[in-house]
């Protein structure tokens, strides 16, 4: 029994360090799941937004005799916003800085929409738009929910994968995640004007 006690050990040590092993990979795997799930999220408050801003634009111009411009820019905004389509385990960079780009452009377009729509009392008093009007704040605060909540599981990932010595046995399967950034300008106070 003494002679394969050395052997037993090594077989034991092997055993802990495989299953060490696929402890890391698990993880690592529930981390990325994360990820894509908070990015379904994300993608799901964008599309409220889409949703709602479609639904916007049909009342204003069901409800005035509005400036085609202005409507022309939010529709054409907002085709451009969907249709960028992200994978979020292959996420890059530069495809989160594109999609987050049109995201704001969008997003200008909408708040020329709503300034614009100050010419028009009678549009501002109608109950369809009012209540639009309302939801857009909200689905805003859910964007930027969402978007948190993706930078958190980001971390999370990044922080795993990227710790020593998970890196050494994830290394070229599980690469770094990007993080949401603010679009450009937003450094910048918004001027209001009466």
Known sequence: MRKFLPVIIIVG????????YIGIKNSAL?????VGKTWGDVEVAYQRRN??????VETVKGSAAFEK?????????RANATSIKIDPTKVTPEQLEAYNKVQGGLGGALKSLIATVESYPQLKSTDAFLKLQDELPSTENQILT???RFNEAVEK???YVLSVPNSWFLGG?????????SVEGADKPTKVQF
Not at 14 to 20: D, P, Q, R, S, T
Not at 30 to 34: E, G, H, I, S
Not at 69 to 77: I, Y
Not at 173 to 181: D, L, M, R
């Open 13 to 20: 040590l092997l055993v802990i360090g495989f299953m060490w």
């Open 30 to 34: 529930k981390y990325n799941q994360a």
């Open 51 to 56: 949703d709602l801003i479609d639904n916007l």
């Open 69 to 77: 411009g202005t409507l022309v820019a939010v529709t054409e905004a």
């Open 146 to 148: 969402a978007r948190t």
């Open 157 to 159: 990932y990044n922080g």
């Open 173 to 181: 399967i599980y690469k770094e995640k990007p993080y949401f950034k």
